[in-house]
């Protein structure tokens, strides 16, 4: 009881910023854990087309592999539906919801977490306009990913590890506090009201430019994923867009996280920090896919398929 009591207090003094980037490094080794050894990458990080063998080489049977070998086999089988993905824009959506309403009235659920904040997180703070705009660009977010799953949608029976089901539907929930949460000194000294949502303030370079730029990876990445939607199953892309980039839906996603992270910088800061973990868990976690796509094109359509194309970030990987 002693070292549950000591767990708990513990919890409970813990600093909720700090709390939030750690669970994002967490999440971003925990996939690179996974990753890198070759027994586990192949058994837990594949997932939809890129767990279709492309070879003719046969599974090892099961009488011949080691213990430890069907011990990870039998953990690689706890698998979801790759279709529980539209889960987690549609808890994106309601959490985005749920916290604008907390923000708006100070609830209970926001004063527990501002009242485990330190000191010195609050000393620099995003402003009313800053909280607001982040808040509804995720928002507009969850909702085209929303879209997407259910309009570009076709059957299928591949699924995922629930490991990554786990840290996904944990990455929604942490993300949709992270884009307010370096705010909490000016909620806590400014009543928040709708008129805030009106966006008649006149706009800083950084919106001005990190705004547009959130919109245009957006609408780049729901170009791709309608165009993927658009190829005949496992074909090989030949759009333009990519030409260069063997995924580049992935590079929209990082800009769009980028984006934020610069947005929502609170005041004498050059980028929001939870944020800036934020979407360092989304760069591992979609570069690890994205090596995974690069190999399985490479495999099903030869070396010519990849040759000169950067795996998701231009000049960088």
């Not at 805030?196 to 303030?201: A, F, P, S, W």
Request: glycine share 4%.
């Amino acid at each position: 009881m002693d070292i549950i009591d000591k767990a708990l207090g513990l919890a409970s003094q813990l600093d909720a910023i700090d709390a939030l980037r750690g669970f994002f490094i967490f999440a971003a080794s925990t996939t690179l854990s996974i990753s890198l050894p070759t027994s586990f990458r192949s058994r837990f990080v594949t997932y939809g087309p890129r767990a279709t063998p492309t070879s003719e080489a046969k599974p090892q049977p099961s009488q011949t592999k080691s213990i430890a070998a069907r011990a990870l086999d039998s953990l690689a089988s706890l698998r979801v539906p790759h279709s529980y993905f539209t889960q987690f824009y549609v808890a994106s959506i309601i959490y985005s919801l749920f916290w604008g309403i907390q923000l708006l009235s100070r609830g209970s659920a926001f004063q527990a977490i501002a009242t485990r904040i330190s000191p010195e997180h609050l000393q620099k703070t995003m402003s009313v306009n800053q909280v607001m705009v982040t808040w509804v660009l995720m928002l507009i977010q969850g909702s085209r990913r929303l879209y997407e799953c259910l309009a570009f949608s076709k059957p299928s029976s591949s699924n995922m590890w629930f490991v990554h089901w786990m840290l996904g539907a944990g990455f929604y929930v942490a993300v949709n506090v992270a884009v307010w949460i370096e705010g909490t000194e000016t909620i806590l000294n400014h009543k928040l009201t709708l008129d805030d949502m009106r966006m008649t303030i006149s706009p800083t370079l950084r919106t001005f430019i990190w705004v547009p730029i959130f919109l245009l990876a957006s609408g780049l990445q729901h170009d791709c994923h309608h165009y993927l939607f658009s190829l005949e199953k496992y074909t090989l892309p030949t759009h333009p867009i990519f030409a260069r980039i063997i995924c580049p839906h992935y590079t929209a996603e990082c800009a769009i996280y980028l984006s934020l992270a610069l947005i929502a910088a609170p005041k004498g800061e050059m980028v929001n920090k939870t944020l800036l973990s934020c979407l360092g868990f989304v760069v591992v976690n979609l570069g690890v896919t994205a090596a995974t796509s690069r190999q399985w094109y490479r495999e099903k359509f030869g070396e010519e398929a990849v040759r000169g194309k950067w795996n998701m970030i231009p000049w960088v990987y």
